[in-house]
């Protein structure tokens, strides 16, 4: 199965990578884009016996390895059989 | 509105980065995880009429500013409103 897992820094962090881009965006004439956050994506290849095993093994992973959650909310953006 | 954007490796690009965190899991004890790739977020807030128009803004911006087509792929994930 596959798990695409998204980490975002948390609302109150600052995002400094996130309003370069921002700026660049408005450098190529699109002033439309007002906000720009960058976040981590992770593709998680696994065995688990069904949909319920992966997204339990996957939260745990994201807990103590992928996230760091004193700054970072994740989430679990799909699991593909 | 939001529309938010993954930036994954091609399958074909080596990914290092994955690679350690796969074998970070191994050693915790998650040996059903066969793989990781590492790829990018990014959250991009923007003024458009509708998701029509969002989603044409943000291709374009993909492909010229948030991903190098040469070696990555990208997605769009959602957009809401």
Same mark, same amino acid.
């Given at each position: 199965m596959k798990a695409v897992v998204s980490v975002t820094l948390k609302p109150d962090v600052l995002d400094p990578q996130g309003e370069a881009i921002r700026k660049a965006c408005g450098s190529l004439?699109?002033?439309?884009?007002?906000g720009v956050r960058q976040g981590k994506l992770f593709e998680v290849e696994l065995d688990a016996a069904d949909e319920a095993a992966a997204r339990k093994l996957v939260e745990e992973l994201a807990d103590k /390895? /992928?996230?760091?959650t004193v700054i970072e909310d994740y989430r679990i953006e799909r699991i593909e059989a």
């Amino acid at each position: 199965m596959k798990a695409v897992v998204s980490v975002t820094l948390k609302p109150d962090v600052l995002d400094p990578q996130g309003e370069a881009i921002r700026k660049a965006c408005g450098s190529l004439g699109h002033a439309a884009v007002t906000g720009v956050r960058q976040g981590k994506l992770f593709e998680v290849e696994l065995d688990a016996a069904d949909e319920a095993a992966a997204r339990k093994l996957v939260e745990e992973l994201a807990d103590k /390895l /992928l996230a760091n959650t004193v700054i970072e909310d994740y989430r679990i953006e799909r699991i593909e059989a």
